[in-house]
């Protein structure tokens, strides 16, 4: 007795299939903003690293009578600091989104319709669980706002030196700075993925 003959899958409706082209348009236009918005705080930290040339001099001397006036002044360095270190807490947050976004909409795609799971399409591998950001181009890519941020505290404790009559309090203080914009950003993250999972599919 010969077996049965296996059949194709049956094409999926129309409806269904424009359904599932959209929620892969959404996942790559998310993929596109990640790296729009990417080059454009490139630029904008250039400005602000840009914003006082004169930064190495706080580390020899005060120039004389202060004020905010003075590109090279504290004041103006630990204003810059804060500013870096805010403009790159929302770039990683918004690079974490958008990773996070693309991801989910591989999984609405995937799950769009039954008859959408009879065929092996790329976007298998979102089917089961919509997955966290993560992957060596994810990592490198939030290494730059990252270092940034660093940087952004550098400058914080260089202004601080100026202002605080204890060097080892200025080392303090920046870090702290440093320490509790990770500690937001990594309960806005964490925050994110409980509301995500929650929205319907």
Not at 73 to 84: A, N, R
Not at 115 to 121: N, T
Request: hydrophobic share 50%; net charge neutral.
């Amino acid at each position: 007795m010969s077996e049965p003959e296996l059949l194709p899958p049956r094409p999926p409706d129309p409806a269904v299939a424009t359904l599932y082209r959209a929620a892969l348009s959404v996942a790559t236009q998310e993929e596109q903003l990640i790296w729009t918005r990417y080059a454009g705080f490139l630029v904008l930290n250039g400005f602000l690293l840009n914003a006082s040339p004169e930064i190495p001099r706080l580390l020899q001397t005060t120039p004389p009578g202060g004020g905010l006036s003075n590109p090279t002044s504290p004041e103006v360095i630990l204003v810059i600091g804060i500013l870096g270190l805010l403009v790159n807490a929302v770039w990683h947050l918004l690079n974490f989104d958008g990773w996070y976004q693309h991801n989910r909409w591989f999984h609405v795609a995937a799950n769009v319709s039954p008859a959408i799971q009879a065929f092996s399409l790329p976007t298998e591998w979102a089917r089961k669980v919509i997955l966290r950001p993560r992957g060596r181009i994810y990592v490198l890519a939030q290494l730059v706002p990252a270092g940034f941020s660093l940087a952004a505290a550098a400058a914080i404790f260089i202004s601080l030196r100026r202002i605080v009559p204890s060097e080892g309090l200025a080392v303090i203080v920046a870090g702290c700075f440093w320490l509790i914009t990770a500690l937001v950003i990594a309960l806005i993250e964490v925050r994110t993925r409980m509301d995500a999972a929650g929205m319907p599919m």
